[in-house]
């Protein structure tokens, strides 16, 4: 073993342990709090990164001490257990709905949360930092070890996630850096050390308490303590969900969502879509869920039925478990079952339908990875409603059920987004096409509206069908064609200019695209939401806390930056290229960052599954990125200009290109898209793995205080950024996202001569 290689190893396993807790937290905290919580938590934890190197650059007498990195590691192992246990013991009550607690009554827990996070991302800085400082001569090769360690992680989380459950997930992560520190005392320290002592008993210590959580995971659930427990006859809990069944055919989603199969019910089994369609249809279900609308298309005698749902746990227990309770419903000869992204589903599909439905589906199963999916929900956008106005029959009819709200918000953004569609798509006068309907009373505590478009104009003979049912049951229109109504539909289809009614209406009612499928964002950040706080923390705060987080984590940057910018005043007064540093490699960190968050939302719509985009993306990017730093080590230092310059073009391509390109191809094979993707983040992560190694060299191997600098500036613009994209990506969509990631590498660009002195 050469000096270098138990040093690779450690800032290889160091980054397996940081990306493995990273993702399995998002999936711990998605079950109390909406995913947008979650990034507010990610977020700040990162710091902990920009910290490291904040301190190391402060303390530079600690460079070169191998005593620090087995510290370290153990201080990792040990936050990381004692963030899990905060966790557990101090889960507050839930208190918006099944499991879902108010984060703003909860925001010490949170916080608590959070600081156990940026310890833990703390220890894990220091290491990386000192073997950076210390190897810098090497640091292609270090660079890549960390990047490859960050990929394994991502996949080793899901894997874990998906075979053990989320808290043995964050148990083996903590498990990782006691090899790491193994390894410093093995091969780092000959010697012995007396001091050495307290370090081996904490890992003692910690290796002990993940044995016991490993042995006995029951007694990481969060519910413990708490009546939500006693509710609960089953669970599992994957990388995708944790699904709570609370009776036999009753399940809730990640505390919140729920599906019954007796729900509709409540809705007093109405559904107007079958009196628009011919006899025995054929019925495809998009989120069929425990099968509530399943039993409705078999009672109204379907043909045949194309069952569709994200969530493997809920149709496993619906085909097995539970199928004595649903009437077997599932395993009946002319029900099909996808387990699948619904609108995936369908495009994948040549077959056509005389009836799709899709009732009240959010498909907050893909959006729970929080911090990392970061997709609203690709089910209700203009190329979406192109893809089910595809599949539809020459007569077939599209059944949508959203929330109305007074005034309305879902069914108003989902009309606007339907018309659109058809638009784009060819249709005339798509207005024809589309009816509005409202059953009577309140269900849930509001109201729900169905809207139904058709593939053929609404004739005069099917809106005679519709009105007669609509009157035996107490129904009423909202948009009716050729029908004058007070409503807010018919104004819209009635104005002047569409375009200055949406603006001047109370709430975001504007078409959702792929390009920005924040379908469920109605109002910007500012604007006060009336909306009882169950329905407030999904709609309002969501845009909120982007706002809220990026302020708090400016304020700690400043906070963790600042004391060494003023300990080394007299330093910077003499040498400017440590503020040059701060704006290359900020740009760079933050470059990558908005690349990585637009490619991870679009590629979710390319692979069909969150999930997928999450392990292939992240993975694909990190490990093609470490390559490049390794290649970037043997070039010529002159290139770097010219990679920075093909990294700025090869952006902005991107944003061009990559969304039309994944319209495309969603039809070929799954193995053939998982190429394509991986063939993608060759070039861009070879491309964006080389700046940071080439600005390393730039600043001189003579320099170890500049290497903490650097990675100090590095990690906080990439935590900053990441949230200045997303609310890029929110406000404005992925494409001004990625075109704004290139210009960061203009700068990078524009500064790197400087930063060579």
């Given at each position: 073993?050469?000096?270098?290689?138990?040093?690779?190893?450690?800032?290889?396993?160091?980054?397996?342990?940081m990306l493995d807790a990273q993702i399995a937290i998002t999936r711990l905290l998605s079950y109390r709090f909406f995913y947008h919580y979650v990034f507010f938590v990610v977020s700040l934890a990162q710091l902990g990164l920009a910290g490291a190197g904040a301190l190391i650059y402060w303390k530079q007498?600690?460079?070169?001490?191998?005593?620090?990195?087995?510290?370290?590691?153990?201080?990792?192992?040990?936050?990381?257990?004692?963030?899990?246990?905060?966790?557990?013991?101090?889960?507050?009550?839930?208190?918006?709905?099944?499991?879902?607690?108010?984060?703003?009554?909860?925001?010490?827990?949170?916080?608590?949360?959070?600081?156990?996070?940026?310890?833990?991302?703390?220890?894990?800085?220091?290491?990386?930092?000192?073997?950076?400082?210390?190897?810098?001569?090497?640091?292609?090769?270090?660079?890549?070890?960390?990047?490859?360690?960050?990929?394994?992680?991502?996949?080793?989380?899901?894997?874990?996630?998906?075979?053990?459950?989320?808290?043995?997930?964050?148990?083996?992560?903590?498990?990782?850096?006691?090899?790491?520190?193994?390894?410093?005392?093995?091969?780092?320290?000959?010697?012995?050390?007396?001091?050495?002592?307290?370090?081996?008993?904490?890992?003692?210590?910690?290796?002990?308490?993940?044995?016991?959580?490993?042995?006995?995971?029951?007694?990481?659930?969060?519910?413990?303590?708490?009546?939500?427990?006693?509710?609960?006859?089953?669970?599992?809990?994957?990388?995708?969900?944790?699904?709570?069944?609370?009776?036999?055919?009753?399940?809730?989603?990640?505390?919140?969502?729920?599906?019954?199969?007796?729900?509709?019910?409540?809705?007093?089994?109405?559904?107007?879509?079958?009196?628009?369609?011919?006899?025995?249809?054929?019925?495809?279900?998009?989120?069929?869920?425990?099968?509530?609308?399943?039993?409705?298309?078999?009672?109204?005698?379907?043909?045949?039925?194309?069952?569709?749902?994200?969530?493997?746990?809920?149709?496993?227990?619906?085909?097995?478990?539970?199928?004595?309770?649903?009437?077997?419903?599932?395993?009946?000869?002319?029900?099909?079952?996808?387990?699948?992204?619904?609108?995936?589903?369908?495009?994948?599909?040549?077959?056509?339908?005389?009836?799709?439905?899709?009732?009240?589906?959010?498909?907050?199963?893909?959006?729970?990875?929080?911090?990392?999916?970061?997709?609203?929900?690709?089910?209700?956008?203009?190329?979406?409603?192109?893809?089910?106005?595809?599949?539809?029959?020459?007569?077939?009819?599209?059944?949508?059920?959203?929330?109305?709200?007074?005034?309305?918000?879902?069914?108003?953004?989902?009309?606007?987004?339907?018309?659109?569609?058809?638009?784009?798509?060819?249709?005339?006068?798509?207005?024809?096409?589309?009816?509005?309907?409202?059953?009577?009373?309140?269900?849930?505590?509001?109201?729900?509206?169905?809207?139904?478009?058709?593939?053929?104009?609404?004739?005069?003979?099917?809106?005679?069908?519709?009105?007669?049912?609509?009157?035996?049951?107490?129904?009423?229109?909202?948009?009716?064609?050729?029908?004058?109504?007070?409503?807010?539909?018919?104004?819209?289809?009635?104005?002047?200019?569409?375009?200055?009614?949406?603006?001047?209406?109370?709430?975001?009612?504007?078409?959702?695209?792929?390009?920005?499928?924040?379908?469920?964002?109605?109002?910007?950040?500012?604007?006060?939401?009336?909306?009882?706080?169950?329905?407030?923390?999904?709609?309002?705060?969501?845009?909120?806390?982007?706002?809220?987080?990026?302020?708090?984590?400016?304020?700690?940057?400043?906070?963790?930056?600042?004391?060494?910018?003023?300990?080394?005043?007299?330093?910077?007064?003499?040498?400017?290229?440590?503020?040059?540093?701060?704006?290359?490699?900020?740009?760079?960190?933050?470059?990558?960052?908005?690349?990585?968050?637009?490619?991870?939302?679009?590629?979710?719509?390319?692979?069909?599954?969150?999930?997928?985009?999450?392990?292939?993306?992240?993975?694909?990017?990190?490990?093609?990125?470490?390559?490049?730093?390794?290649?970037?080590?043997?070039?010529?230092?002159?290139?770097?200009?010219?990679?920075?310059?093909?990294?700025?073009?090869?952006?902005?391509?991107?944003?061009?290109?990559?969304?039309?390109?994944?319209?495309?191809?969603?039809?070929?094979?799954?193995?053939?898209?998982?190429?394509?993707?991986?063939?993608?983040?060759?070039?861009?992560?070879?491309?964006?793995?080389?700046?940071?190694?080439?600005?390393?060299?730039?600043?001189?191997?003579?320099?170890?205080?500049?290497?903490?600098?650097?990675?100090?500036?590095?990690?906080?613009?990439?935590?900053?950024?990441?949230?200045?994209?997303?609310?890029?990506?929110?406000?404005?969509?992925?494409?001004?996202?990625?075109?704004?990631?290139?210009?960061?590498?203009?700068?990078?660009?524009?500064?790197?001569?400087?930063?060579?002195?």
């Open positions: 073993m050469t000096r270098l290689t138990p040093y690779l190893l450690i800032a290889f396993v160091t980054s397996i342990a007498k600690w460079i070169g001490k191998p005593s620090l990195l087995g510290k370290s590691l153990v201080i990792m192992s040990l936050s990381l257990l004692l963030t899990l246990a905060i966790y557990v013991l101090f889960s507050p009550t839930p208190n918006l709905s099944f499991a879902k607690t108010d984060p703003l009554t909860s925001l010490p827990y949170l916080i608590v949360i959070s600081l156990g996070m940026v310890a833990f991302n703390f220890a894990g800085g220091v290491v990386l930092t000192l073997l950076f400082t210390e190897f810098r001569q090497h640091i292609g090769r270090l660079y890549a070890a960390d990047l490859v360690g960050a990929a394994v992680g991502c996949v080793l989380s899901v894997w874990l996630m998906w075979q053990l459950g989320p808290p043995s997930a964050i148990l083996i992560a903590a498990l990782i850096p006691l090899a790491g520190a193994y390894l410093v005392w093995r091969y780092c320290e000959p010697e012995y050390d007396a001091k050495q002592l307290l370090e081996k008993g904490g890992a003692i210590v910690a290796a002990l308490l993940i044995v016991v959580g490993l042995i006995s995971p029951t007694y990481l659930d969060p519910n413990l303590g708490h009546g939500v427990k006693e509710r609960i006859i089953r669970t599992e809990w994957t990388h995708i969900s944790r699904v709570d069944a609370t009776r036999e055919s009753r399940y809730v989603i990640d505390g919140d969502a729920s599906t019954d199969v007796y729900e509709n019910e409540l809705f007093a089994n109405a559904f107007p879509e079958y009196v628009l369609v011919k006899p025995r249809p054929s019925v495809a279900i998009i989120g069929v869920g425990a099968g509530p609308d399943l039993w409705a298309a078999l009672r109204h005698r379907a043909a045949d039925v194309l069952a569709v749902d994200i969530n493997p746990t809920i149709l496993k227990w619906d085909q097995n478990d539970d199928s004595h309770t649903n009437g077997g419903i599932f395993n009946r000869p002319y029900v099909t079952v996808i387990q699948g992204e619904g609108r995936h589903a369908i495009q994948s599909t040549e077959r056509r339908f005389d009836l799709l439905v899709m009732h009240a589906i959010d498909t907050w199963t893909a959006s729970s990875q929080g911090a990392y999916s970061l997709t609203e929900n690709f089910l209700y956008t203009t190329e979406a409603v192109r893809t089910y106005w595809n599949r539809l029959d020459d007569e077939g009819v599209m059944s949508i059920r959203r929330w109305l709200f007074e005034p309305p918000r879902e069914n108003l953004r989902l009309f606007t987004t339907v018309l659109a569609g058809l638009k784009e798509e060819g249709v005339s006068n798509p207005e024809q096409h589309i009816v509005v309907v409202v059953p009577p009373g309140v269900a849930l505590g509001q109201r729900m509206a169905y809207l139904l478009f058709s593939k053929a104009p609404f004739e005069h003979q099917r809106l005679q069908r519709l009105d007669s049912y609509l009157q035996a049951n107490g129904f009423s229109y909202l948009y009716r064609p050729g029908t004058r109504l007070d409503t807010f539909f018919t104004q819209y289809v009635n104005a002047d200019s569409r375009e200055s009614f949406a603006a001047n209406y109370p709430y975001l009612i504007s078409p959702a695209r792929d390009e920005n499928p924040f379908f469920f964002i109605f109002q910007l950040p500012w604007e006060h939401s009336k909306l009882p706080a169950h329905f407030r923390s999904l709609y309002s705060d969501s845009a909120n806390v982007l706002f809220y987080c990026l302020l708090v984590l400016i304020t700690l940057t400043a906070v963790i930056l600042g004391p060494p910018l003023w300990a080394k005043r007299k330093d910077i007064a003499t040498e400017q290229r440590l503020i040059t540093s701060m704006l290359y490699f900020g740009a760079i960190g933050a470059g990558f960052m908005g690349v990585e968050l637009a490619v991870v939302q679009i590629m979710t719509l390319l692979l069909g599954h969150p999930t997928y985009a999450l392990s292939v993306v992240i993975m694909g990017l990190l490990a093609f990125a470490g390559l490049g730093s390794v290649v970037m080590q043997r070039l010529p230092l002159q290139l770097v200009d010219m990679v920075l310059f093909a990294g700025v073009l090869l952006i902005a391509g991107l944003a061009f290109t990559l969304l039309p390109l994944v319209h495309t191809i969603l039809d070929i094979g799954f193995v053939a898209r998982i190429a394509i993707t991986l063939a993608i983040l060759l070039v861009v992560g070879m491309v964006l793995g080389m700046p940071f190694v080439g600005g390393i060299r730039t600043l001189g191997e003579d320099r170890e205080h500049a290497v903490a600098w650097a990675w100090a500036c590095n990690g906080a613009a990439s935590v900053i950024g990441s949230n200045v994209f997303m609310i890029i990506m929110v406000f404005a969509g992925s494409r001004i996202a990625l075109l704004w990631a290139s210009a960061a590498y203009v700068i990078a660009f524009l500064t790197r001569r400087r930063l060579a002195g």
